[in-house]
């Protein structure tokens, strides 16, 4: 099965930073790779998929990048409701395999 | 607008069964994948089970294969998820959710539209 590895698992940065989330998968998933958001005690939500493109709605400070194997989520300037875990997912097998998650805290 | 609604979690002993469902609504149903994620207590999102538009097929996670089957209800518009024979690593908040396009007959797991959740908590 695919795995799905996001590197920090935490990070922590200042209101108007640039923010990078990494996430690598054992094998190549082409593009077929989504971002989604979860705040604590709340449904995840869809930011991105296609690798790259943006769901609606989805503020354009977001944006992806990425192929293959390995893949960027960009937060291009951080704000105070930017604060949640951040989880990558492949859809290209069966299964949909997400990442360990990644937690972003504001400073 | 689209809706995913779950219900029918609870506390169940070990051993035990439940049947888990998700009324949709905003959308056609039938022409849409449906899957199932879960999410233990202070872990990440675990993909659990999918189903495309016409049932033809289904797939499971390793952790949950022979012991869930998730099925629909195409007239309904109803996901559901029975749960047999469970174990205290199946507490979780279930989650389910839909594709991203219509097409009946396919399957891609992108999570596109989330449901709320329902919480399964196995414990005697």
């Known amino acids: 099965d695919v795995q799905m590895t996001q590197s920090p698992s935490t990070l922590s940065a200042s209101v108007g930073d640039r923010v990078t989330i990494t996430c690598r998968a054992s094998?190549?998933?082409?593009?077929?790779l989504a971002w989604h958001q979860q705040k604590p005690g709340k449904a995840p939500k869809l930011l991105i998929y296609k690798a790259s493109i943006l769901q609606s709605g989805v503020p354009s400070r977001f944006s992806g990048s990425g192929s293959g194997t390995e893949f960027t989520l960009t937060i291009s300037s951080l704000q105070p409701d930017d604060s949640a875990t951040y989880y990558c997912?492949?859809?290209?097998?069966?299964?949909?395999?997400f990442g360990q998650g990644t937690k972003v805290e504001i400073k | 607008e689209v809706q995913l609604l779950e219900s029918g979690g609870g506390l169940v002993q070990p051993g035990g069964s439940l049947r888990l469902s998700c009324a949709a609504s905003?959308?056609?149903?039938?022409?849409?994948?449906m899957f199932w994620v879960r999410q233990a207590p202070g872990e990440g999102l675990e993909w659990v089970s999918g189903?495309?538009?016409?049932?033809?097929?289904?797939y499971y996670a390793d952790s949950v294969k022979g012991r869930f089957t998730i099925s629909r209800d195409n007239s309904k518009n109803t996901l559901y998820l029975h749960m047999n024979s469970l174990r205290a690593e199946d507490t979780a908040v279930y989650f389910c959710a839909r594709r991203d396009y219509s097409d009946p007959s396919t399957y891609s797991p992108l999570f596109y539209y989330w449901g709320q959740g329902t919480l399964v908590t196995v414990s005697s």
């Open positions: 094998q190549t998933v082409t593009t077929s």
């Open positions: 997912q492949q859809y290209e097998t069966y299964s949909g395999t």
């Open positions: 905003g959308f056609t149903f039938s022409n849409y994948a």
């Open positions: 189903i495309p538009g016409t049932s033809a097929y289904t």
